[in-house]
């Protein structure tokens, strides 16, 4: 059964700690993505990666940080430095040279 | 950055209606658009995508509408259905460079079905 996997669905964290969320995919997709959604609003671009062992900021990427160590993985951590972390974040991957980008169903982080 | 769809307005149609989701794009070198649908609590799902040499595209009780003269984007469901109450995004690509790959979204539409 093909597709991409996050977990957890939900996440509870205290102000000030590190957290890491998880994303994996076997449809063997090369680039790797995360986005950050806030109610009522669209997607924004935290970071992305192409190739394993490389990637690249996005819009929004202060107070996160990211490692691509395996083409399947590619972890999201929301630092304490991030602003205001409580979102709902979702990971997508695409093909080397596809645009289109499958969706995982996202984790629901609240930061209190 | 460039900016698509900053509104996020709301339709609410019959059952059975054809229901028309628009778009604003800015981005005039954007050459590939996608329509995702998000049910609540869910990741986008692909419905459909057209190409910028493209002002039309058909899929299954989709279509999708280019004009590039005035960067809109529409989405039209034909005999929309409870199922299809949603979130819907538009989200456009800029090929070429390190924007290959990056998508850039709008806000998104509310559509609601009532039976």
């Known amino acids: 059964d093909g597709g991409i996997t996050q977990s957890p669905k939900y996440l509870f964290r205290k102000e000030g700690q590190n957290v890491t969320l998880s994303c994996e995919q076997n449809l063997n997709h090369d680039a790797m993505y995360w986005y950050r959604q806030d109610p009522g609003q669209g997607l924004r671009l935290i970071y992305y990666?192409?190739?394993?062992?490389?990637?690249q900021k996005g819009d929004i990427a202060e107070g996160y940080s990211v490692s691509r160590e395996k083409k399947e993985s590619f972890p999201l951590t929301v630092t304490s430095a991030q602003k205001n972390p409580t979102a709902f974040y979702l990971c997508?991957?695409?093909?080397?040279?596809?645009?289109?980008?499958?969706f995982g169903p996202g984790t629901r982080l609240t930061v209190t | 950055g460039e900016s698509v769809g900053l509104h996020l307005p709301t339709l609410s149609v019959q059952e059975g209606d054809n229901s028309i989701i628009n778009c604003a794009y800015s981005n005039s070198a954007s050459d590939y658009f996608i329509w995702y649908k998000q049910e609540s609590g869910k990741g986008p799902q692909f419905i459909i995508d057209i190409r910028s040499n493209m002002d039309k595209r058909q899929g299954q009780r989709v279509t999708v509408l280019l004009n590039k003269t005035v960067k809109h984007l529409s989405l039209q469901i034909a005999a929309t259905q409870p199922g299809d109450s949603a979130v819907y995004f538009c989200a456009e690509i800029e090929a070429g460079g390190t924007s290959y790959g990056k998508l850039t979204f709008g806000q998104g539409t509310i559509l609601t079905v009532h039976p």
């Open positions: 990666s192409q190739i394993v062992n490389d990637f």
């Open positions: 997508a991957s695409s093909r080397a040279r596809g645009w289109e980008q499958y």
